[in-house]
Nanobody, 116 residues
Framework: QVQLVESGGGLVQPGGSLRLSCAVS????????MGWYRQAPGKQRESVAG???????YYAISVKGRFTISRDNGKNTMYLQMDMLKPEDTAVYYC??????????WGQGTQVTVSS
């Protein structure tokens, strides 16, 4: 099985930056795709950025140009660099991995609050 642990959330002023980390352990070689999602209060969980099974990168339109997803295979860690943060980026951010045969695995989430 795959285990995911997020870190790096916090409180930041509008225009500021944060970097989220997702530490991956377990059956790493079974992972086909990974990504970041977020869920704001009263809203559905939405995709933010991710890697497809072919290694392509995608971003939600709302974060494109401000967020950068990356990964360090040597450290088994995925990152989300978030710049030019806006109040509407406030949410719990989750790391997700899709693997076979386990399917979708979620981390516990990390809170990001953008406020002055």
């Amino acid at each position: 099985q795959v285990q995911l642990v997020e870190s790096g959330g916090g409180l930041v002023q509008p225009g500021g930056s944060l970097r989220l980390s997702c530490a991956v352990s377990g059956s790493i070689f079974s992972i086909m795709a990974m990504g970041w999602y977020r869920q704001a209060p009263g809203k559905q969980r939405e995709s933010v950025a991710g890697f497809t099974d072919s290694g392509s990168i995608y971003y939600a339109i709302s974060v494109k140009g401000r967020f950068t997803i990356s990964r360090d295979n040597g450290k088994n860690t995925m990152y989300l660099q978030m710049d030019m943060l806006k109040p509407e980026d406030t949410a719990v951010y989750y790391c997700n991995a899709f693997s076979r045969p386990d399917g979708s695995t979620w981390g516990q989430g990390t809170q990001v609050t953008v406020s002055s």
